[in-house]
């Protein structure tokens, strides 16, 4: 058996399969705003929102740590997830065709991206008021 037909019993991200899409609406499979995680990462439809997920990125570093310190705990969150980076390859179902630093870069990005939505989205306060996905009709 070939090894790229085997998978990790830590596998439990998957693609849609193509015959799925063509008997369901393809557009509910496709995100069209924001990606999380390689299988969509870097899709030209999507680059417009890079710069919202880097800038939930500084806001949760400005959140955690002092200015002194910002470089440094983005080292260390790098840090801890490359220490990670193996095991969350073997949640996919396919190969990841990314090197690892930029595997790690995307997961790093992504994850903070999402704990700054999350935390936005439950305290609306906290939201400012030139943020497109709060703010913006078209995110909605």
């Known amino acids: 058996m070939s090894h790229d037909l085997l998978m990790s019993p830590k596998c439990c991200i998957f693609r849609v399969p193509i015959t799925v ?3 369901q609406n393809k557009e509910a499979f496709t995100p069209d705003a924001f990606s999380i995680g390689p ?17 939930y990125l500084q806001c949760l570093m400005a959140r955690s740590f002092s200015p002194e310190r910002r470089k440094t705990g983005l080292k260390d969150l790098i840090s801890a997830v490359q220490d990670l980076e193996r ?10 065709r990314f090197t690892p630093k930029e595997f790690v870069k995307m997961l790093v990005i992504d994850s903070c991206f999402i704990i700054e939505l999350f935390r936005k989205d439950a305290y609306e306060e906290l939201r400012e008021k030139d943020d497109p996905i709060f703010f913006m009709s078209c995110m909605s």
């Open 39 to 55: 299988l969509h990462h870097g899709h030209h439809n999507l680059k417009a929102t890079k710069q919202i997920k880097f800038k």
């Open 87 to 96: 095991d969350a390859r073997d949640y996919y179902a396919e190969p990841i």
């Open 21 to 23: 899409l063509y008997r």
